[in-house]
C-alpha cells in the first residue's frame, strides 16, 4: 500500500520540483478556487427540489423569492385614506386672525 502511495506522491510531485515555490503556491491557489466554487454553486447538478412543487402542495422547505415583489392598489389606498380621515377627528382648528 505504502508503495502505491509512493509513486501517486511522485507522480505529483516530480512537475512541481521544477517550479519555484511561488508557482507552486499560486497553482496550488488556483486550485483550491476552482473546487471551493465548484463545491458551492456547481453548474453540473442541480436540486431535485426545483421542480417537485405543484401547486397547492405543502412547502417543505423555505422557498424565497428571487426579487421584492411590491403591488400597490391605488383605490383601497384612497379608500383607507379617506375612511380614516373622516373617522379621525382634527386636533386644532385653524383660525387665521387668532394669535398665537
Known amino acids: 500500500m505504502q508503495k502505491w502511495r509512493k509513486k501517486a506522491?511522485?507522480?505529483?510531485?516530480?512537475p512541481l520540483a521544477k517550479l519555484s515555490?511561488?508557482?507552486v503556491f499560486w497553482i496550488g491557489f488556483a486550485?483550491?478556487?476552482v473546487a471551493?466554487?465548484?463545491?458551492?454553486?456547481n453548474p453540473?447538478?442541480?436540486s431535485s427540489a426545483e421542480e417537485t412543487?405543484?401547486?397547492?402542495?405543502?412547502?417543505?422547505?423555505?422557498?424565497?423569492?428571487?426579487?421584492?415583489?411590491s403591488i400597490?392598489?391605488?383605490e383601497a389606498t384612497e379608500r383607507d385614506i379617506q375612511s380614516?380621515?373622516?373617522t379621525i377627528k382634527p386636533i386644532f382648528v385653524f383660525e387665521p386672525r387668532r394669535a398665537d
Open 9 to 14: 506522491a511522485d507522480v505529483f510531485k516530480r
Open 21 to 23: 515555490s511561488d508557482q
Open 53 to 69: 412543487y405543484r401547486e397547492g402542495e405543502i412547502a417543505r422547505e423555505a422557498i424565497f423569492s428571487p426579487a421584492d415583489i
Open 31 to 33: 486550485f483550491v478556487s
Open 72 to 74: 400597490v392598489d391605488e
Open 44 to 46: 453540473f447538478w442541480r
Open 36 to 41: 471551493t466554487t465548484l463545491l458551492i454553486a
Open 84 to 86: 380614516a380621515q373622516e
